[in-house]
């Protein structure tokens, strides 16, 4: 799959690296969707496809699962049981395998991007004599630190939000279709999350950028370090790097407390309502079983979701600035032949 075949599709991203490229096959597209499809839509094609083979299969071992429970607990035979086992253990094992396939695609294709990047940035110095307004510093920055996580985005960008929400919606159908309040108490445990996630990201944003521009001018100044007062503004670029960084930990770190704050609630209103739907005759234990298991099952998905969304607003966020260095890099380039 991932061999001689996918370099068709990879259309300018998989060129052999030691062949010639114009400076316009280097050019970057505006926003960054544009250079997602660029690295090429073929590939994001089948790890839709993937995902949705994943999400469609994941909601069998929850069935599975509260089969065993109520079997047990009605008494059926042992071989019943054991080939309800075997059944799960397959399923996990086929799961496992198809996740294993879409992780090192991903991980091929966001490769692919960071090559690309990387090489665009060496080839854009190598077109400008001596004067660049591309900084040795930038170019160092970003060739080092900012092209791998805005090129290792790419190989999730499209897949992931697929599969993860697929996963949330195929869990959530089943959850409905066993107990719809019991649903509804797993479905609160979401909502203040999906509005509190888009504040305090941007929030992040601000200061991914600032962190971004920082470490831009520090990297000039190890490469450019004429002024006498060179190691003092270093200093102070280094110490607002670290506030920068520490208030960006806060802001994460307290959406991340909020999130498994409400997601042992969420535990909590199924302990609390399922046991009162037992005790009463209306479900069987194991209903309530599959419903501890389906909230930890899309805890999972829901945090990568969250991820995912963080990754693409940052990575928006960095695309932009090695976009436009690139653009600069172009422009002095034109100008120097």
Do not use: C
Not at 39 to 59: D, K, P
Not at 103 to 117: D, M, S
Not at 237 to 243: A, G, H, I, K, P
């Amino acid at each position: 799959m991932i061999g001689d075949n996918t370099r068709r599709d990879a259309s300018l991203a998989d060129e052999p690296a030691g062949k010639t490229r114009s400076r316009t096959e280097r050019t970057m597209p505006r926003k960054l969707i544009g250079f997602i499809l660029m690295m090429g839509r073929g590939h994001q094609a089948v790890l839709v496809l993937l995902s949705v083979l994943l999400f469609a299969i994941g909601i069998l071992p929850l069935e599975i699962q509260r089969r065993i429970v109520n079997g047990a607990t009605r008494g059926s035979s042992l071989n019943a049981i054991l080939t309800l086992v075997v059944a799960y253990v397959a399923i996990v094992l086929s799961e496992g395998g198809i996740k294993l396939v879409l992780n090192i695609y991903r991980g091929w294709i966001g490769e692919v991007a960071i090559r690309w990047l990387r090489m665009a940035v060496l080839e854009g110095d190598q077109h400008v004599d001596k004067v660049t307004t591309l900084a040795e510093g930038v170019e160092m920055s970003i060739v080092l630190a900012e092209a791998e996580p805005v090129g290792g985005f790419v190989g999730t960008s499209i897949s992931e939000p697929v599969l993860q929400a697929g996963i949330l919606l195929a869990v959530g159908s089943y959850m409905i279709y066993l107990q719809p309040f019991l649903a509804l108490a797993v479905l609160a445990v979401f909502v203040p999350q999906a509005a509190l996630v888009p504040i305090l990201q941007s929030l992040i944003n601000q200061r991914v950028k600032t962190k971004i521009t920082v470490m831009r001018h520090l990297s000039d100044g190890m490469v450019n370090h004429m002024s006498p007062k060179a190691p003092q503004r270093q200093a102070a670029r280094v110490q607002r790097l670290f506030s920068t960084n520490m208030n960006i930990y806060k802001l994460k770190y307290s959406l991340n407390f909020l999130m498994n704050l409400m997601f042992h609630l969420g535990y909590a209103a199924i302990f609390a309502l399922g046991g009162y739907y037992v005790i009463m005759g209306r479900i069987e234990i194991g209903t309530v079983v599959a419903f501890i298991t389906g909230l930890n099952k899309v805890a999972d998905p829901w945090g990568a979701l969250v991820d995912w969304y963080r990754d693409l607003k940052v990575t928006q966020v960095k695309y932009v600035l090695i976009r436009d260095a690139n653009s600069v890099a172009n422009s002095a380039a034109a100008v120097s032949r």
